[in-house]
């Protein structure tokens, strides 16, 4: 079992940065890629950027530019540094870890989720 512990969310003002971090414990030895996911209100999950290793992946086209996702030295954490923020922003972001062979995932965790609200 891998457990996942998101931290650095919270308000922003539209323009304005945060912060994510996840941090990975367990068997992460069984992880090969990590990334964010966000839920806003009333919509479904959906993909945010993941990296395999320590490459940048399947980054979403509406947050290219303004969201970098990178992963520590261990490959146990992971950032998502977040600029210029919108109100589209706004939603719960969770960490996902993945043992991943392909398009085949075997095994999948997520975070609780961290609140990002985006409000002037």
């Known amino acids: 079992q891998v457990q996942l512990v998101e931290s650095g969310g919270g308000l922003a003002q539209p323009g304005g940065s945060l912060n994510l971090s996840c941090a990975a414990s367990g068997s992460t030895f069984i992880v090969n890629t990590m990334g964010w996911f966000r839920q806003a209100p009333g919509k479904g999950r959906e993909l945010v950027a993941t990296?395999?290793?320590?490459?940048?992946?399947n980054i979403t086209e509406s947050v290219k530019g303004r969201l970098i996702i990178s992963r520590g030295n261990r490959e146990n954490t992971v950032w998502l540094q977040m600029r210029d923020l919108r109100h589209k922003d706004t939603a719960v972001y969770y960490c996902n870890a993945q043992s991943r062979a392909g398009e085949m995932v075997s095994n999948e965790f997520w975070g609780p989720g961290t609140q990002v609200t985006v409000s002037a």
């Open positions: 990296m395999k290793h320590d490459v940048p992946e």
